[in-house]
């Protein structure tokens, strides 16, 4: 039987995968509904706004509650692990602030009100938060036999994805917003979804001669 502590981050796992990779199908499917909006300009958070604006605002709070739920999940997982507290901690901090967004709307239009800084803001710290998360989480995620080559290729990820955000952010308008945010969203919510299927994962018994 499996003690309740092993349990308790599989189950957030599960919650964690169904939110995080439901919201990503939804801002997907919200895409082809809506042909008033050029997607390689226009940003995820422009998807709120207008004609079943809130399918994305819905869609984009799912992915920052299952952020917390992964947070939690790792959390407990990686219970006394270097790394595994802080990291899960920027986790938890990076879906806070996706939720924040979510429920604040972006600006159509310039100037930028105060919601709309809000917004921005939110945005901004969301991504570096989750950056630093999986930086941290790296070394704790080697030393278990859940994670196995995951853990190995989270900090490079991290790297990679913290490039593609100065890219995108100092490109424009050479880069289009719209293509350039859903490049690197497009990383930081794949190692979301492998983090949550990885934590639904067993670890595997260690072996005793």
């Known amino acids: ?124 710290v969301a991504n570096l938060f989750l950056i630093v998360g999986m930086t941290l989480l790296s070394p704790a995620m080697t030393d278990r036999s859940r994670w196995g080559w995951f853990g190995r290729i989270t900090r490079p990820l991290a790297v990679v994805a913290l490039v593609l955000v100065v890219v995108a952010n100092l490109g424009r308008p050479t880069i289009p917003w719209g293509i350039g945010q859903r490049v690197y969203l497009g990383l930081l919510l794949s190692w979301l979804i492998a983090a949550a299927l990885a934590l639904r994962r067993p670890t595997t018994p260690a072996v005793t001669r």
């Open 1 to 124: 039987m499996r003690s309740p502590n092993a349990a308790e981050p599989r189950g957030l796992g599960a919650v964690a995968l169904v939110l995080i990779a439901g919201g990503l199908v939804a801002s997907v499917v919200q895409v082809t509904r809506r042909p008033d909006l050029n997607l390689p300009e226009h940003g995820v958070s422009f998807y709120a706004l207008g004609y079943q604006g809130f399918v994305q605002s819905l869609a984009i709070i799912a992915v920052g509650v299952g952020s917390v739920a992964l947070a939690a999940g790792l959390r407990s997982s990686l219970s006394g692990q270097s790394g595994g507290q802080g990291g899960s901690v920027c986790i938890a901090l990076w879906g806070a602030a996706v939720i924040v967004a979510g429920l604040i709307p972006i600006d159509l239009n310039r100037p930028v009100s105060f919601a709309g800084m809000i917004h921005d803001a939110a945005g901004t």
